[in-house]
T-cell receptor
């Protein structure tokens, strides 16, 4: 069964460093998403991406964040200068269409900012 | 209350019993979805119910949706120890594109 894959599974970084979280969405999906889940809290939407551009973003997704689809398979989330409060589990998701919006999630990348 | 709130927050039952979890939300929705999350793992999609549907079944899962009360319930019948996980409802609002808004989740423990 096709699945969304995320790498790395765990990323440790120093405050102020840049990190790139990588995702390979399901191959025939057109819509891509990033969510995050701070430990013990609910899953929060960050950004959605379609047709090589951001279609929607939340108030969390400030100038420190960016997304990119550098090739036909990868979808990345970059945090330019990490803060302690960026420590969370980051989930990538993809869906086939917006109308049939079943979002399939990856296993997540745990980001620890020290 | 916030969009997508589940109750109870935690539920502990014996294997073979049924588990019912509830979700309330605030805005008009296109659909409501239930996801499962095993500890420290990713989210697994369970079932989607559209705003014009009232009930949906999938295996041992039964989901109801009452748009007049802005609430949904997830029933897991004949529970198994492997059903132990956190369960989240997530709504796709009519006015917010395709983003999903998740609730706080219900932690279900099924004791063997």
């Amino acid at each position: 069964e096709p699945e969304v894959t995320q790498t790395p599974s765990h990323q440790v970084t120093q405050m102020g460093q840049e990190v790139i979280l990588r995702c390979v969405p399901i191959s025939n999906h057109l819509y891509f998403y990033w969510y995050r889940q701070i430990l013990g809290q609910k899953v929060e939407f960050l950004v959605s991406f379609y047709n090589n551009e951001i279609s929607e973003k939340s108030e969390i997704f400030d100038d420190q964040f960016s997304v990119e689809r550098p090739d036909g398979s990868n979808f990345t989330l970059k945090i330019r200068s990490t803060k302690l409060e960026d420590s969370a589990m980051y989930f990538c998701a993809s869906s086939e269409t917006a109308a049939k919006n079943i979002q399939y999630f990856g296993a997540g990348t745990r980001l620890s900012v020290l | 209350s916030q969009q997508g709130e589940e109750d109870p927050q935690a539920l502990s039952i014996q294997e073979g019993e049924n588990a019912t979890m509830n979700c309330s939300y605030k805005t008009s929705i296109n659909n409501l979805q239930w996801y499962r999350q095993n500890s420290g793992r990713g989210l697994v999609h369970l079932i989607l119910i559209r705003s014009n549907e009232r009930e949906k079944h999938s295996g041992r899962l039964r989901v109801t949706l009452d748009t007049s009360k802005k609430s949904s319930s997830l029933l897991i019948t004949a529970s198994r120890a492997a059903d132990t996980a956190s369960y989240f409802c997530a709504t796709e609002a009519k006015t917010s594109g395709s983003r999903l808004t998740f609730g706080e989740g219900t932690q279900l423990t099924v004791n063997p």
